[in-house]
């Protein structure tokens, strides 16, 4: 077995989120993270259209119509939950009070600009919140697959794509590996299991620093 | 003072073409849907919405879509609505995208009486730069294209960036859903709810709310109003069928498999 599953990028970022941390969760593969939290790791959970302390689905019983995440589905509050209007949701993002944001990616170029929310000459369907919340976040980490369904790779020297920001992402985490945005350039933290330094240079579209270089 | 309306269609009856109108809710929640439904029976046309979401197909804004009564929406996110992304492609809607926390600002500052302010959002992006589609012709060309914006640099936590300057978003109306109001117009939000209401709210030049339960002066504990009545011109209070009409876009429960 070559490479992380989804679960398995999720389990991997799970370990980058800290007892006591707030953070912004986007959907798809960053929505899994949760589930991998130790119990002793207190996290709490924002959701742009209002909440801080977003726990699971909630039972049948529970369902509120009022109460739903950023991507429209019921849910449920962890203890000492709070909600806010949309304007205190990004003032806390804009702020620099979000610890973390973690989202996805179509692409992300060497110097951590960041483009997933339109693909010209397909329907744009707007940018929701993810342009303040790269902007704003303290640190932004992205999770992904390495390649896209073409077998082209998504982290590239610069976005072809229209970007949601520049310079703004931190670490991205993919099927095949970890990897920081430095000053230097992108530098490797960590390999998934079956996946060496030819092979992941091979399926990336940008320079790699690997043990140093 | 009093500003309950007799009815829904009495509060929104000088709603008339042209108006511009903010309006509450996110996806499905917490949007003034009775509102909706007067503004349709009314009649007003070429209408300009201010709304993160602009309905799904046959729900919430999308009845005035489907109508062709809105000319221009300014929203962040409007996946899921096949008559919009028609209505768009086709030319016939102008559509000003604007991020999230930009476009609830906008509104927070409209009602604040700042004309504008500076934000780090979409710095280096189209959103600076201009250029996103706003209209196509009918051919499917741009039309008209959003306006690059002005780029400040300040110093933030020490270091020099650049924010650009985003104009405020007032409107002639606003309509908004509360789950609780008074005859002063006191509002009170449940849950995620609140989410653009109370700014919607203060970006209006007359705003609407309608309430899931009115009660008299003095019986929301002050402390425990979210947005006080100075903001709030017109009350319409709900039928309980009204408030259970309520939907929900994605019905999850504890166990789902998340997406």
Request: a negative charge; one cysteine or more.
């Given at each position: 077995?070559?490479?992380?599953?989804?679960?398995?990028?999720?389990?991997?970022?799970?370990v980058?989120?800290n007892?006591?941390?707030y953070?912004?969760?986007?959907?798809?593969i960053?929505?899994?993270i949760?589930?991998?939290?130790p119990n002793?790791?207190?996290?709490?959970?924002?959701a742009?259209n209002?909440?801080?302390?977003?726990g699971t689905?909630?039972?049948?019983?529970?369902?509120?119509p009022?109460?739903?995440?950023?991507g429209k589905?019921t849910?449920?509050v962890?203890?000492g939950?709070?909600?806010?209007?949309?304007?205190?949701?990004?003032?806390?993002?804009?702020?620099?009070?979000?610890?973390?944001?973690?989202?996805?990616?179509?692409?992300?170029?060497?110097?951590g600009?960041l483009?997933?929310?339109a693909?010209?000459?397909?329907?744009?369907?707007?940018m929701?919140?993810?342009?303040?919340?790269v902007?704003?976040a303290?640190?932004?980490l992205?999770?992904?697959e390495?390649?896209?369904?073409?077998?082209?790779p998504?982290?590239?020297v610069?976005?072809?794509l229209?970007?949601t920001?520049?310079?703004?992402v931190?670490?991205?985490?993919?099927?095949?590996?970890?990897?920081?945005?430095?000053?230097?350039?992108l530098r490797?933290?960590?390999?998934?299991?079956?996946?060496?330094?030819?092979?992941?240079r091979?399926?990336?579209?940008?320079?790699?620093?690997?043990?140093?270089? | 003072?009093?500003?309950?309306?007799?009815?829904a269609?009495?509060?929104?009856?000088?709603?008339?073409?042209?108006?511009?109108?903010?309006?509450?809710?996110?996806?499905?929640c917490g949007?003034?849907?009775?509102?909706?439904?007067?503004?349709?029976d009314a009649?007003?046309?070429?209408?300009?919405?201010?709304?993160?979401?602009?309905g799904?197909d046959?729900?919430?804004?999308?009845?005035?879509?489907?109508?062709?009564?809105?000319?221009?929406v300014?929203?962040?996110?409007?996946?899921?609505?096949?008559?919009?992304?028609?209505?768009y492609?086709?030319?016939?809607?102008e559509?000003?995208?604007?991020?999230?926390?930009?476009?609830?600002?906008?509104?927070?500052?409209?009602?604040?009486g700042?004309?504008?302010?500076?934000t780090?959002?979409?710095?280096?992006?189209?959103?600076?730069?201009?250029?996103?589609?706003?209209?196509?012709?009918h051919?499917?060309?741009?039309?008209v294209?959003s306006p690059?914006?002005?780029?400040?640099?300040?110093?933030r936590?020490?270091?020099?960036?650049?924010?650009?300057?985003?104009?405020?978003?007032?409107?002639?109306?606003?309509?908004?859903r509360?789950?609780?109001?008074?005859?002063h117009?006191?509002?009170?939000?449940?849950?995620?709810?609140?989410?653009?209401n109370?700014?919607?709210?203060?970006?209006?030049r007359i705003t609407?709310?309608?309430?899931?339960?009115l009660?008299?002066p003095?019986?929301?504990?002050?402390?425990?109003?979210?947005?006080?009545?100075i903001?709030v011109?017109r009350?319409?209070?709900?039928?309980p069928?009204q408030?259970?009409?309520?939907?929900?876009?994605?019905?999850?429960?504890?166990?789902?498999v998340?997406?």
């Amino acid at each position: 077995m070559t490479g992380w599953t989804r679960e398995q990028i999720a389990q991997r970022a799970a370990v980058d989120l800290n007892d006591g941390m707030y953070v912004n969760l986007g959907i798809g593969i960053p929505t899994l993270i949760p589930d991998f939290l130790p119990n002793d790791v207190e996290v709490i959970i924002h959701a742009e259209n209002g909440i801080l302390g977003v726990g699971t689905y909630p039972d049948e019983a529970d369902i509120d119509p009022d109460l739903i995440n950023a991507g429209k589905e019921t849910v449920s509050v962890k203890r000492g939950a709070s909600f806010f209007d949309s304007a205190t949701s990004f003032s806390m993002i804009r702020g620099g009070r979000m610890d973390l944001a973690v989202l996805g990616a179509f692409q992300v170029s060497a110097g951590g600009d960041l483009a997933n929310w339109a693909v010209p000459g397909k329907l744009i369907k707007g940018m929701g919140g993810a342009m303040d919340l790269v902007a704003g976040a303290a640190r932004v980490l992205v999770l992904m697959e390495h390649m896209n369904r073409s077998g082209e790779p998504k982290i590239v020297v610069e976005c072809s794509l229209p970007l949601t920001g520049r310079n703004v992402v931190d670490r991205i985490i993919t099927d095949l590996a970890v990897i920081d945005v430095t000053d230097q350039g992108l530098r490797v933290v960590e390999f998934a299991p079956g996946v060496d330094a030819h092979m992941l240079r091979s399926r990336t579209g940008a320079p790699l620093i690997i043990d140093g270089r | 003072m009093d500003k309950v309306s007799s009815s829904a269609a009495d509060a929104v009856a000088d709603i008339g073409t042209g108006a511009s109108l903010a309006v509450g809710g996110f996806g499905w929640c917490g949007v003034p849907t009775v509102l909706i439904e007067a503004i349709r029976d009314a009649g007003a046309t070429d209408l300009e919405v201010v709304s993160n979401n602009c309905g799904a197909d046959g729900w919430g804004l999308a009845i005035l879509l489907a109508e062709r009564r809105i000319s221009r929406v300014v929203a962040s996110f409007f996946g899921d609505n096949r008559e919009f992304a028609r209505q768009y492609l086709q030319g016939e809607l102008e559509v000003e995208i604007t991020p999230q926390g930009t476009l609830a600002e906008r509104l927070r500052a409209a009602g604040a009486g700042i004309p504008g302010f500076f934000t780090p959002t979409g710095v280096g992006t189209l959103v600076e730069q201009g250029g996103l589609v706003w209209r196509f012709d009918h051919e499917g060309n741009a039309a008209v294209v959003s306006p690059a914006k002005p780029v400040r640099t300040f110093v933030r936590a020490g270091k020099a960036q650049q924010f650009l300057l985003e104009e405020a978003l007032p409107t002639d109306f606003a309509i908004v859903r509360a789950a609780l109001g008074d005859r002063h117009g006191n509002l009170v939000f449940h849950a995620s709810a609140k989410n653009f209401n109370p700014l919607a709210a203060m970006a209006g030049r007359i705003t609407i709310a309608e309430v899931e339960r009115l009660v008299e002066p003095g019986e929301i504990d002050p402390d425990l109003v979210h947005l006080p009545g100075i903001f709030v011109d017109r009350i319409v209070e709900l039928t309980p069928e009204q408030v259970a009409a309520k939907q929900i876009e994605k019905r999850m429960v504890k166990g789902m498999v998340k997406r």
